[in-house]
T-cell receptor, first 112, second 113 residues
Framework: GQQVMQIPQYQHVQEGEDFTTYCNSS?????IQWYKQRPGGHPVFLIQ?????EVKKQKRLTFQFGEAKKNSSLHITATQTTDVGTYFC????????????FGTGTSLTVIP | EAQVTQNPRYLITVTGKKLTVTCSQNMNHEYMSWYRQDPGLGLRQIYYSMNVEVTDKGDVPEGYKVSRKEKRNFPLILESPSPNQTSLYFC????????????FGPGTRLTVL
């Protein structure tokens, strides 16, 4: 079945350092979404990517969808303590109907 | 205020005692889902619904039931809970499944003893 893996599982950074999480799918994805979950909170939608090679930016966050549509990345420039949380990718496979597949998540800790 | 509500937020129960977790959204969304979240496994979709009376299995449907009799409500039913269903559960909704923001409820932490 569809599998979506994320690496790393955990990441500790000093405030001001950059951070990247990678999302890899076992099959081609039709599209991919990214979510952020603060500790003790619920996932909050960040962005959706649809096109091969697409790059979108939200302030210090840069999202990329791979050319083959099997991987994606989220890069945060100059992390802040407000970036703390777990980041998830979620995708739709080409033959999986309306089912969502979430990645395993990357937990980011920012050390002040 | 646009929101997804879940009740209860916390529940401790015993094996075999039927329970229902309610989910309601006030955004007139077509698509609703239930997920469970377990450490190291991310979020896994249990069931989803495209509209009233239309439900489909997700990745981990065993031991769960759902119904969608009204557009705004999507309850999750555990007929005979077991300890391996101890988890954090989230309900979510969106206008359509992959073209719109998916809004999540606050979560229900369930412990089955």
């Amino acid at each position: 079945g569809q599998q979506v893996m994320q690496i790393p599982q955990y990441q500790h950074v000093q405030e001001g350092e950059d951070f990247t999480t990678y999302c890899n799918s076992s099959t081609t994805l039709s599209n991919i979404q990214w979510y952020k979950q603060r500790p003790g909170g619920h996932p909050v939608f960040l962005i959706q990517l649809v096109k091969s090679g697409e790059v979108k930016k939200q302030k210090r966050l840069t999202f990329q969808f791979g050319e083959a549509k099997k991987n994606s990345s989220l890069h945060i420039t100059a992390t802040q303590t407000t970036d703390v949380g777990t980041y998830f990718c979620a995708g739709q496979g080409p033959n999986t109907g309306n089912q969502f597949y979430f990645g395993t998540g990357t937990s980011l800790t920012v050390i002040p | 205020e646009a929101q997804v509500t879940q009740n209860p937020r916390y529940l401790i129960t015993v094996t075999g005692k039927k329970l229902t977790v309610t989910c309601s959204q006030n955004m007139n969304h077509e698509y609703m889902s239930w997920y469970r979240q377990d450490p190291g496994l991310g979020l896994r979709q249990i069931y989803y619904s495209m509209n009233v009376e239309v439900t489909d299995k997700g990745d981990v449907p065993e031991g769960y039931k759902v119904s969608r009799k009204e557009k705004r409500n999507f309850p999750l039913i555990l007929e005979s809970p077991s300890p391996n269903q101890t988890s954090l559960y989230f309900c979510a909704s969106s206008l359509y499944p992959f073209t719109d923001t998916q809004y999540f409820g606050p979560g229900t932490r369930l412990t089955v003893l």
